[in-house]
């Protein structure tokens, strides 16, 4: 797979082995791709399939058995816990399919949690507003719906200025039309912030918003799309 685009990240080989001897666990396979800085990923393959643990170790919170995985030309795989750490601050935002607030912070104070490791923190009004909820901003998690909830995830790991956004299951504990406002809210902001986006789904439909489609099964990528035609969110038919 070659592109002509400048890369975000690039990996070689890359594999993960949990365990030892004959009950070892293969959660990747010896994979290989490129991301082009800017895109919007989506990751689809049943439980198992090796996505999370390929997001981890991209997101630089797990390490691989084997190979090499690039972040714009540095090898996450050769850095320290301290150079991980510094990148994870530096470059990574993180959603997950359960949203971590803090229940006794509002929303605006939840989102401020991230300017004591960002070097330069958006405004916690600023990121709510990008994710529609300016207006809930004094509202405390038990005050918001699961959608609103998660959109404050959204803001609070944008609000570090991440260069990657990597989501886990954004939608997951959602229904389907709070799960469409929650995408739509992470096509926008990957639109507006240019941040590169990967987003991990079993949701098979949400691959239509999507710049381009990796396919994982037992731990090894089977096939890449690229969508000449992005969806909106509110067009996908579930």
Known sequence: MTNDKPLAFRTRGLSKVYGEG????????????EIPKGELIVLLGPSGSGKSTLL?????????????????????????????????????????????????????????????????????????????????????????????QQRVAIARAIAKRPSVLFCDEP??????KTGVGVLKALQTLNRSIGATTLIITHAAATAAIADRVLHLADGALRKVEVNAVKKSPEDLVW
Request: negative net charge; hydrophobic residues 45%; charged residues 25%.
């Open 22 to 33: 004959a009950t070892a666990v293969h959660a990747l396979r010896g994979v290989d791709l």
């Open 171 to 176: 939608t997951g504990a959602l229904d389907i």
């Open 56 to 148: 981890n170790i991209l997101g630089g919170i797990d390490r691989a058995s084997s190979g090499a995985a690039f972040f714009e030309g540095d090898d996450l795989c050769a850095m320290s816990d301290r150079r991980l750490t510094q990148y994870r601050r530096r470059h990574v935002g993180f959603v997950f399919q359960f949203y971590n607030l803090m229940p006794s912070l509002t929303a605006a104070e939840n989102v401020e949690l991230v300017a004591e490791i960002a070097e330069t923190p958006m405004k916690a009004i600023d990121a709510l507003d990008m994710v529609g909820l300016k207006d809930r901003a004094h509202h405390f998690p038990s005050e918001l719906s699961g959608g609103e």
